[in-house]
T-cell receptor, first 115, second 112 residues
Framework: GAVVSQHPSRVICKSGTSVKIECRSL??????MFWYRQFPKQSLMLMAT?????????EQGVEKDKFLINHASLTLSTLTVTSAHPEDSSFYIC???????????FGPGTRLTVT | SQQGEEDPQALSIQEGENATMNCSYK?????LQWYRQNSGRGLVHLIL?????REKHSGRLRVTLDTSKKSSSLLITASRAADTASYFC????????????FGAGTRLAVHP
């Protein structure tokens, strides 16, 4: 199956700083990428959908100025958590979908801890 | 927002027993997918069932879909300790640009 990577796998940052998470599709062109957030023992919540070359579409309640998403190429999307606070600590997971693919392929996730 | 509800929230069984998890959803869908997640890890795609399908098998997994009741079930037969994980259903909504809406999940514990 298709492979999606995320970097970093874990990151610890101080409150007030910004953190960038990368999501890459390694063996296919991802026309659409999705970003999810998962709090402990909870389900995945979709944050935003990004199509290559266009602005991301954010779900209700997700601050677009706080969670900056860039999908500049067909293999890379980035999520930047700006001015991170402890309540932003979570597991962030991306997924990618190719134009001709029905399934989404998920990355391994990034655990963010804000101290 | 979450659209799916899953039950049970937690399930504890012995090795060799079957495990059944149920998922309900609210809107029209293109397909429904089941995923497994080991603690603190990424998602593993298990099976996809399209809206015009009623049942699908993959190894020890059997998935059913009832679009009239907007529900699906995942059956794991002859469970093993390695099946211990959280299981999520996710719906691909009709007209929803392929975004997946996840259910709350079922935490399955299989005891040796």
């Amino acid at each position: 199956g298709a492979v999606v990577s995320q970097h970093p796998s874990r990151v610890i940052c101080k409150s007030g700083t910004s953190v960038k998470i990368e999501c890459r599709s390694l063996d296919f062109q991802a026309t659409t990428m999705f970003w999810y957030r998962q709090f402990p023992k909870q389900s995945l919540m979709l944050m935003a959908t990004s199509n290559e070359g266009s602005k991301a579409t954010y779900e209700q309640g997700v601050e677009k100025d706080k969670f900056l998403i860039n999908h500049a190429s067909l293999t890379l999307s980035t999520l930047t958590v700006t001015s991170a606070h402890p309540e932003d600590s979570s597991f962030y997971i991306c997924s990618a979908k190719g134009q001709l693919l029905v399934e989404q392929y998920f990355g391994p996730g990034t655990r963010l801890t804000v101290t | 927002s979450q659209q799916g509800e899953e039950d049970p929230q937690a399930l504890s069984i012995q090795e060799g027993e079957n495990a059944t998890m149920n998922c309900s959803y609210k809107t029209s869908i293109n397909n429904l997918q089941w995923y497994r997640q080991n603690s603190g890890r990424g998602l593993v795609h298990l099976i996809l069932i399209r809206s015009n399908e009623r049942e699908k098998h993959s190894g020890r997994l059997r998935v059913t879909l009832d679009t009239s009741k907007k529900s699906s079930s995942l059956l794991i037969t002859a469970s093993r300790a390695a099946d211990t994980a959280s299981y999520f259903c996710a719906t691909d909504e009709s007209g929803g640009y392929n975004k997946l809406i996840f259910g709350a999940g079922t935490r399955l514990a299989v005891h040796p």
